[in-house]
């Protein structure tokens, strides 16, 4: 595998990303399912969770939409406070962790593979869309994705989302001290690709928009932007999840979280 920084569209992001996330869903849900918790919501690597954010409000009753919802951890949060949340996801393997995990845990989290670019809902049929870590870094037609997540929501519906902190596209993706020394700039979008060396094609891609893109993408989108949280990393806070970790976290936001209503 070899990586490089080059343009990649919607569909050839999706060709390779889902079917990457497919191979790492079982090494995923192994690795942080337990951090996670079954029917837990955590918003990033630090562990900050939505009971302490509180970006989502008062969830019970609602009807809410969970893009990119892996094994539907969060939307199984959401469930047990009284929300009627469901889940969608491009990978397959992650939906069935999803469906092994409702099982499981007694709680079922109704759920749909697809993709955040063509949601497949009515208008107006959800009061909350939100994604923790999900789909938004994986696409490259964001502004079709916040215009779906519009469309989907009811007037005055909430959207939140946790994504990495755009600062760290500076940086390598390192959890140690190398990882602070920033190499790249902060303004070149060029996607984060992965290129399999046996076959040349383009095996996972990760896309990249400043601070002021999201407010952009955002406002242009009819959302009052409510919440920008930068969550520090706790004391005693030892876990090392890709780049982040204490050492880094000390020094440099790893996640953002945006919250907006519509209209
Ligand atoms: C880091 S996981 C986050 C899932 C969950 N919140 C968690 O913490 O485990 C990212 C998820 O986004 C999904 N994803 C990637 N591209 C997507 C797309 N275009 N549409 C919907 N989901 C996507 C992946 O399949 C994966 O399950």
């Not at 008062?58 to 892996?70: C, I, T």
């Not at 406070?81 to 109704?110: T, W």
């Not at 959800?126 to 789909?135: I, L, M, N, R, Y």
Request: net charge negative.
């Amino acid at each position: 595998m070899r990586v490089e920084r080059r343009p990649v569209g919607e569909e050839e992001s999706r060709r390779a990303n889902g079917p990457d996330w497919d191979r790492y869903a079982d090494e995923y849900q192994a690795t942080h399912g337990e951090f996670l918790g079954d029917a837990g919501f955590v918003w990033g690597p630090e562990g900050f969770t939505e009971a302490e954010a509180g970006v989502l409000g008062d969830v019970a009753g609602k009807d809410v939409l969970e893009v990119g919802s892996g094994a539907g951890q969060c939307s199984r949060w959401v469930r047990s406070r009284g929300g009627r949340a469901y889940g969608l996801d491009l990978s397959f393997r992650q939906l069935q962790h999803s469906r092994r995990i409702d099982l499981e845990s007694g709680i079922a989290v109704p759920s749909v593979l697809g993709t955040a670019t063509r949601l497949p809902f009515a208008d107006a049929s959800f009061d909350v869309v939100f994604s923790s870590f999900g789909a938004l870094q994986f696409v490259s037609d964001i502004g079709d994705a916040v215009a779906e997540t519009a469309r989907v929501l009811r007037t005055g519906g909430r959207y939140a989302f946790s994504i990495t902190h755009p600062t760290r596209w500076m940086f390598p993706d390192d959890p140690s001290e190398e990882g602070l020394v920033a190499s790249q700039s902060y303004w070149d979008r060029t996607p984060y690709v992965e290129v399999d060396d046996a076959t040349g094609q383009v095996s996972y891609v990760e896309h990249h928009r400043t601070l002021g893109d999201w407010v952009a993408l955002l406002a242009g989108a009819g959302f009052v932007i409510t919440d920008l949280l930068e969550p520090e990393w706790p004391e005693h806070h030892e876990r090392v999840w890709g780049g982040w970790s204490a050492t880094r976290g000390r020094y440099t936001p790893g996640t953002a979280i945006f919250g907006a209503r519509l209209g």
